[in-house]
């Protein structure tokens, strides 16, 4: 595994790795990668996030990377704002490396950003372009902002609003939180209908104590036929609760979803 340091278009450093393909039929190379972006409070050092990676790299390369305020990475987290800019450099960074197909997969925090990213990769009308992708996944993600309707993510906004939540975050969590929003970000259920014509899966768990079963249901719907929706059974919530045979599940949607996107771009 090797380890990069990029800096996203606002400055802030960031650290990354890069997992190469692991499968013995791709020991001749391959021109997937995918980005794997975590979520609130997790970073590349979390076990999780490394089983995750090693076994998506049965499919391709993967690029790993802390999102501000999290791990080895610089500045302090916005929550899913600017966030969309370590992403892009994620995203840049695979391409750099070679990689003719890049495909995302966010958990949570990072599933909202996965789908904000997609949006502004096809966006107009005044929003910054993105990297393109190839492929887009989102698991276990909010729809929505200021969620507070679950014990969970009450505790979430404890620590990113109040000084001693945010004293905890950094000493026991070690995320570094930024100030408040000025004016909240465009909230993913909106962004969710720019994301076509890139293949979406949004997957979301019955079981998820974070965010309900409708923020899966309603990003899914609001990107519009072209995505598709995986309500698991039992399935919680994000890097934690993702069972190997569901990673490989997504493993091979983003195969076969980003392989039929690539083809549709060259036509």
């Known amino acids: 595994m090797e380890s990069i340091q990029v800096r996203a278009a606002d400055g802030v450093p960031l650290f990354a790795t890069h997992l190469t393909a692991a ?129 969970a993510m009450r505790r979430v906004h404890w620590l990113l609003e109040t000084r001693s939540g945010r004293l905890v975050a950094g000493a026991a969590l070690r995320t570094r939180v930024g100030s408040a929003w000025g004016v909240p970000p465009e909230p993913p259920v909106q962004a969710a209908g720019r994301i076509p014509p890139t293949p979406l899966l949004v997957v979301h768990g019955d079981a998820d104590p974070f965010f309900g079963i409708e923020h899966g249901r309603a990003l899914a719907a609001a990107a519009g036929p072209s995505a598709e929706y995986w309500e698991v059974p039992g399935f919680g919530h994000a890097e934690g609760a993702l069972t190997p045979a569901l990673v490989d599940r997504i493993g091979g949607w983003v195969t076969r979803a980003a392989a039929g996107r690539a083809g549709t771009m060259q036509r």
């Open 23 to 151: 499968l013995p039929a791709a020991a001749g190379g391959t021109d997937l990668a995918v980005v794997l972006a975590h979520g609130f409070t997790v970073s590349t050092r979390k076990a999780s996030v490394r089983r995750i990676a090693a076994r998506l790299a049965r499919r391709g390369g993967v690029v790993t990377f802390d999102f501000r305020g999290h791990g080895r990475s610089g500045g302090r987290t916005t929550a899913g704002d600017a966030e969309v800019l370590d992403l892009d450099a994620a995203v840049r960074l695979a391409r750099g490396l070679g990689y003719r197909r890049v495909a995302t997969v966010g958990c949570s925090m990072g599933g909202a950003v996965v789908v904000r990213h997609a949006a502004r990769s096809a966006a107009t009308g005044g929003l910054a372009p993105a990297q393109p992708v190839d492929a887009a996944v989102s698991v276990s993600a909010p729809s929505r902002w200021y969620v507070r309707d679950t014990v």
